[in-house]
């Protein structure tokens, strides 16, 4: 056998700065993870649409809301949030019927300031159309929306209308505590 054959050549330079980059990518990442104190960006997100307390604006949150069939101020802000982005395409921004969504559906989208209920009056009612959505139109389930979020899309929606709900409210505290 020749000497070639009974020590193979290679790279050892090469071999040598593979080793080398591997140990220091493990030390580089070792110090990343353990001793490096992270980056804070000093962002702190505020709702700039949110009620102020003390001067600086909080977020609402709805999960902390107990009875959200009982409307407050909070709960309307919030339903506006939720209908300007999910319902305003159709219905229009002032619940008019006239949002550009809706210009090729038949039947058209309800105009939710003026007319008659077609499902019924009454809070119980609208949360039952947002949670079932209307066969033979174009209003879909939100049944995906939290319980909390419809009601206060129907809170949002009877500061808007004319036709306001004259529902017993003790009847609505009930069928809330059971609506899914």
């Known amino acids: 056998m020749s000497d070639s054959q009974?020590?193979?050549?290679?790279?050892r330079g090469g071999l040598i700065a593979?080793?080398?980059?591997m140990g220091a990518a493990v030390l580089f990442f070792a110090y990343i993870?353990?001793?490096?104190?992270?980056i804070d960006l000093g962002e702190k997100v505020i709702d700039p649409n949110a009620p102020a307390e003390g001067g600086v604006r909080v977020a609402f949150d709805i999960i902390k809301v107990a009875?959200?069939?009982v409307t407050s101020p909070e709960?309307?802000?919030y339903g506006e949030k939720m209908y300007q982005t999910n319902c305003a395409l159709c219905h229009g921004p002032g619940g008019l019927g006239d949002g550009p969504g809706g210009a090729g559906t038949n039947p058209?989208?309800?105009?939710?300031?003026?007319?008659?209920?077609?499902?019924?009056?009454?809070?119980?009612?609208?949360?039952?159309?947002?949670?079932?959505?209307?066969?033979g139109s174009s209003m879909a389930s939100y049944s995906h929306f939290k319980p909390a979020d419809r009601w206060a899309?129907?809170?949002?929606?009877e500061s808007l209308t004319k036709n306001k709900s004259?529902?017993?409210?003790?009847k609505v505290a009930e069928f809330a505590k059971s609506a899914k």
Not at 6 to 11: I, L, S, T, V
Not at 18 to 21: L, N
Not at 166 to 170: P, Q
């Open 18 to 21: 593979f080793m080398f980059s």
């Open 108 to 135: 058209p989208p309800r105009n939710l300031v003026e007319g008659k209920w077609t499902q019924g009056e009454g809070l119980i009612a609208r949360f039952q159309v947002l949670s079932k959505g209307i066969s």
């Open 153 to 157: 899309l129907v809170h949002y929606v």
């Open 166 to 170: 004259k529902e017993d409210l003790s």
């Open 6 to 11: 009974k020590d193979p050549e290679y790279n």
């Open 33 to 38: 993870v353990i001793v490096h104190p992270g």
């Open 75 to 77: 709960l309307v802000a």
């Open 67 to 69: 009875e959200p069939w």
